[in-house]
């Protein structure tokens, strides 16, 4: 684990389905429940819909963090969506631990509409747990690059590869 600055406060993509998880934020924000506000929300007809693609390409275009919210297991509205959602995350986990940026950045958290405290709970759980892993590597990664671009001289000339 990285030792973050206390100044970091981490970018979070959240996707959930417009049943439990839709309800589950409603019944939060009707009860007044406080959650950390770094969380993007992204609407899903069911997590089910869930797919590689989106929680990897969420970590390409800057979040430090990923979850899914889904349907209690076996009480899904499309039947077994959210065991499809969560078989298509344990694949993404496998990338990212890959690649190196790490699974344990991506989750998912089961709830009904009415649990708007386990709704609130997953928002600080993911945010503490980012803050304690830190930025997103591809972030730190991309920063490097600028760095090291901006440190070039423009008068200089630089050698390149010419194809045969």
């Known amino acids: 684990m990285s030792n973050p600055s206390n100044s970091f406060e981490p970018e979070i993509t959240a996707f959930y389905c417009i049943y439990c998880g839709d309800m589950a934020a409603d019944t939060a ?96 759980t993911m945010t503490e747990r980012i803050r304690q892993l830190g930025p997103n590597p591809l972030k730190l990664a991309e920063e490097n690059a600028k760095q090291q671009t901006a440190n070039l001289d423009p008068d200089e000339e630089l050698p390149y590869r010419v194809r045969k």
């Not at 009707?30 to 869930?50: D, E, I």
């Not at 989106?54 to 499309?78: K, M, R, S, T, W």
């Open 29 to 124: 924000g009707a009860l007044s429940l406080q959650y950390p506000a770094n969380v993007k929300f992204v609407r899903m007809p069911c997590t089910g819909k869930t797919d590689v693609r989106y929680l990897l390409e969420a970590f390409e275009q800057g979040a430090d963090g990923v979850y899914v919210v889904a349907c209690p297991i076996g009480n899904c509205h499309h039947v077994r969506g959210n065991e499809r959602g969560l078989a298509r995350l344990q694949r993404a986990k496998k990338i990212l631990d890959e690649i190196g940026i790490g699974g344990d950045r991506l989750d998912m958290f089961f709830m009904s509409g009415s649990q708007a405290n386990v709704y609130a709970n997953a928002a600080k």
